[in-house]
């Protein structure tokens, strides 16, 4: 069993920057793919970023490739992701996730998952 608690969000001018960082509890986040989801009002949950186990391997969508940066560190079993340039369109409830068995991009094959930390972005 994995706990994973989101922190970092905020309200932020267009243009800005935000990091934020999912701490784990209960195993080691080395055995798990990890991503970040994130939802926005009325829309479907979607992919954002994934890291492999060791982070050697990282993957983006395509509407935040350039401006997001997926990274962890298991000696402190923690997952950071750095956004900069946010837009407004960036708006959205964001979810860290902990996935045993593989790195995708679907939110169903995420065995454990956080709460979400808000992130707005003002134009």
């Known amino acids: 069993q994995v706990q994973l608690v989101e922190s970092g969000g905020g309200l932020v001018q267009a243009g800005g920057s935000l990091r934020l960082s999912c701490a784990a509890s209960?195993?080691?986040?080395?055995?798990?793919?990890m991503g970040w989801f994130r939802q926005a009002p009325g829309k479907e949950r979607e992919f954002v970023a994934l890291?492999?186990?060791?982070?050697?391997?990282?993957s983006y969508a395509n509407s935040v490739k350039g401006r997001f940066t997926i990274s962890r560190d298991n000696a402190k079993n923690t997952l950071d992701l750095q956004m900069t340039s946010l837009k407004p369109e960036d708006t959205a409830l964001y979810y860290c996730?902990?996935?045993?068995?593989?790195?995708?991009?679907?939110?169903?094959?995420?065995?454990?998952r956080g709460q979400g930390t808000q992130v707005t972005v003002s134009s």
């Open positions: 890291i492999t186990r060791s982070g050697g391997s990282t």
């Open positions: 996730a902990a996935s045993p068995l593989a790195a995708t991009m679907a939110w169903k094959d995420y065995r454990y």
């Open positions: 209960g195993r080691t986040l080395s055995s798990y793919f």
